[in-house]
């Protein structure tokens, strides 16, 4: 249904109260030839900034782009605040050093960097927390476990970067992750 049903979607999460929307971008990757996608994806966010200007917008990749095809999308959006970046393409130390550095220096400055949903390289995500990279943490809530969660909060705590446990798949991530913050914090 195109754009018009992205906008009733978000009219739909916004009447509900939400004030910050989450938009999959990535659509050359799996839907449309790269450029068309990327067109699209830029399209869809500059519409719903305009149509929802008192919302904050996150945007999620899905492993889908590359270091400088996430800059082409941000280029082609500027102008437009994002609340986060979620894992626009496969972690690699060298890959997300780019885009921090380009976001620094273009107006992104602000807008946070997550990873670790899924291709969770560990050692590469610790040292990309501790040098100030990642702000954001999304192991899955499940997949990861309690246990090893409260192992891990202080760690990223240290750091300062936040945890989003992972909560996609079941109603009852969402309770999981509720009673992880109310346990742990952060």
Known sequence: AGIEQVLKNCAADRDLGYRQLKVKIGRGN????????LK???????????AFPDCELL????????????IAFLRGIEGIPLFWIEEPFVETDAAWREVRAWTQANGYSKTLLADGEQHNDIPVLEKLEADGILNVRLLDIIGHGFTRWRELMPRLEKTGTLASPHAWGSGLKTVYAAHLLAGLGN
Do not use: C, L, Y
């Open 30 to 37: 799996r839907w449309m030839p790269k450029e068309d996608g």
């Open 40 to 50: 699209r994806d830029i399209e869809v966010v500059r519409e719903i900034a305009k």
């Open 59 to 70: 945007v999620d990749g899905n492993d889908g782009f590359t270091p400088q095809s996430i």
